[in-house]
């Protein structure tokens, strides 16, 4: 059984032997975060566990059989404090929230930032622990001292599963707080406050069920739970991109674009992340805070109907509408991962129609993750294509043909595209169980970039540049 958890879902399946999916045994529930005009994304703990829980039980109706492991995908960076009866402090503050943007720009000041990123990963920004936790000591004295333990959200729901605390290298690898050599980061838990004891162990697994779960999920009652691993980590597995030669583009919520090596990179282009898959697996790639998020904002605050819509983009010239646009509406992370960033758009006229605008954006995201592809040919070169996933990106072919024609690289979308993250989730749980199974690729046919359509966007590039240039390195 697999639980991928997202920003805007939650979803269990179940896989056969051969890493197949069984039919009719999806269980999904989606919800929506709390979101605030000040930089607010956060969701409450307890109900995302009743909605986790309602997922398994829904999916284990389908099993006809013991469950031998479970694979679990969660969402990166998501922080919850709790007290010392293991009650959670705070919400469960997700990747997008952006309300420590100051205490960001104070440790930017203090740290020697291109150290911390290559020893630890991450830059420092608001999507990360330390500026988050240096703004909830600074904001929230009270929380801040009857807080005893600080986790992500796997690791609080196997702590009430199994009683026992426990984190992958993946999930502390997207803290901001591990060196990617392994072990806290000691020079940034003294500076924020923070001891060693109040952030989880590794482990790479747990077993054995507190009664009340084993009592309702008997089916679970001897599987390998592993611990939950990031979801774009396992987007990459279930997608085939496993080794430099293909990249994972994947646009759900949030869109990222990712490759895996075994080898730690010699040197992190600026703007890129590096995360672990497991120990010895360093996921490297850029992250973009819209994607299908912009999409739907774009139409539900344009009222365009999305019938037909395909259709008539797919007629449009590239770059088109002329309109330079910053897709940046919630913030940026990769390539600036300027804190105070928003969204702008230049060359509006009378004639300007809110499909153009549409348009745009779907181009502006594809123009972005262009970028983000140059600075991982610096880092992890040899890619020959990139494999396509995520309800967002794959909803639409012709953005598809955007991403290829802005990135100047075949684009193939995934056989896994809709449950990437599950299948890399149950590809990690069949390997724990020493099941062999013949691999095959789970890439589509290429989607080939076009020539007229390349150059038309490497000038609207250079145009997104020097807005960007202008609007927000220039700003404050």
């Known amino acids: 059984m697999t639980l991928d958890v997202g920003t805007s879902s939650v979803r269990a399946l179940l896989f056969d032997g051969r890493g197949r999916v069984v039919p ?78 100051r205490q960001a720009e104070q440790l930017r000041a203090r ?99 507190r009664p009340g779960p084993r009592r309702r999920w008997p089916r679970l009652a001897r599987a390998v739970w592993l611990c939950a691993a990031g979801d774009g980590a396992l987007a990459n597995v ?18 990222a674009l990712r490759a895996i090596t075994d080898r730690l990179p010699e040197r992190l282009a600026p703007g890129l992340w590096c995360y672990l898959l497991d120990p010895g697996r360093f996921v490297v790639g850029g992250s973009l805070s819209n994607g299908g998020n912009l999409y739907a904002w774009l139409l539900r605050t344009l009222r365009v109907e999305p019938a037909g819509l395909e259709a008539r983009i797919r007629r449009r010239r590239p770059d088109a509408a002329g309109l330079t646009f910053l897709p940046l509406l919630a913030g940026e992370r990769s390539l600036g ?64 043909q955007m991403m290829a024609d802005a990135i100047g690289k075949p684009v193939a979308v995934s056989r896994a595209a809709m449950e990437a993250s599950s299948v890399g989730a149950a590809e990690l749980a069949l390997t724990r169980l020493n099941v062999r199974r013949r691999t095959t690729s789970r890439a589509g046919r290429n989607v080939e970039p076009r020539e007229r359509a390349r150059s038309a966007y490497a000038e609207a590039r250079r145009r997104q540049g020097w807005l960007y240039t202008t609007l927000i390195q220039g700003s404050t």
């Open 24 to 101: 009719g045994s999806e269980t999904r529930l989606e919800y929506r975060p709390v979101v605030r005009a000040d930089g607010t994304s956060q969701l409450d703990a307890d109900r995302l566990d009743r909605l986790v829980h309602r997922a398994i039980s829904g999916t284990l109706e389908q099993a006809s059989d013991e469950i031998g492991a479970v694979g679990v995908s969660t969402f990166w960076h998501g922080l919850v404090g709790l007290d010392a009866a293991d009650r959670p402090t705070t919400p469960l503050i997700l990747w997008s929230d952006t309300r420590s943007w």
């Open 111 to 209: 740290l020697d930032l291109e150290t911390v990123r290559c020893r630890n990963g991450c830059p420092i920004h608001p999507s990360y622990w330390p500026a988050r936790l240096a703004w909830l000591r600074e904001t929230e004295p009270d929380t801040w001292s009857r807080t005893t333990r600080w986790v992500s959200y796997g690791d609080l729901l196997y702590l009430r599963l199994f009683g026992e605390l426990a984190t992958s290298a993946s999930m502390a690898s997207g803290t901001g707080l591990r060196r990617l050599t392994g072990g806290w980061d000691q020079e940034l838990l003294d500076l924020l406050g923070v001891r060693e004891r109040q952030l989880p162990p590794e482990a790479p697994e747990l077993r054995g069920l």
């Open 238 to 255: 279930g997608s085939g991109c496993v080794d430099p030669t293909q990249r994972a583009l994947t646009v759900g919520t949030s869109g």
């Open 337 to 400: 991962f300027a804190a105070h960033a928003t969204g702008a758009i230049a060359g509006l006229t009378q004639a300007t129609t809110a499909e153009d605008i549409v348009l745009a954006g779907m181009e502006a995201v594809a123009l972005t993750f262009a970028g983000v592809d140059a600075a991982l040919d610096e880092t992890v070169p040899g890619a020959r294509r990139l494999v396509a996933s995520g309800a967002g990106l794959l909803s639409s072919p012709a953005w598809v």
